[in-house]
């Protein structure tokens, strides 16, 4: 069963309320609640670091991450962007883990290998289809 907006803050009150993390996660809960649509189909690290307070360099960033991708909070989901400069394409999670297995990564415009991958594949976050759904 997906839990609702209010199941999701009442997950959150009562696993982190004494965590450092408590008020960086509230905060990244309520961009959520208010953000339109639009905004929650690309949400980067930098803009979660900026809505949560929590610096880029901050390991504990990466901690709320997980909290907010996990599948006891289905707020958002990790996905990726390919950009070769010129064009952009999502890419799957398996495409990744191939390319990460290989070494390299198919341009799917120009059919070569990018052997530099990791510096053309960007994460970023979208809301999940559950969020959305109990959003409304």
């Known amino acids: 069963m997906t839990p609702n907006l209010k ?3 009442e997950e959150i009150e009562g696993s982190y309320k004494k965590d450092p993390l408590f008020g960086p996660l509230q905060q990244v809960v309520a ?5 339109d649509q639009g905004e929650l189909r690309l949400v980067t690290i930098n803009q979660l670091s900026e809505i949560s307070g929590v610096p880029r360099s901050d390991g ?7 909290i907010l991708a996990s599948p006891s909070l289905p707020l958002m989901k990790m996905c990726f962007l390919y950009s070769n ?10 495409e990744v883990a191939e390319a990460r297995a290989t070494g390299f990564f198919i ?13 053309n594949i960007l994460p970023y976050f979208r809301a999940t289809p559950e969020f959305l759904g109990v959003r409304s």
Do not use: C, M, W
């Open 85 to 94: 400069g010129e064009t952009e394409h999502e890419v799957s999670d398996e």
């Open 31 to 35: 961009f959520f609640e208010k953000a």
């Open 107 to 119: 341009d799917p415009d120009t059919g070569l290998k990018d052997e530099n991958y990791e510096r």
């Open 7 to 9: 199941q999701i803050k």
């Open 60 to 66: 504990q960033l990466l901690r709320l991450i997980s």
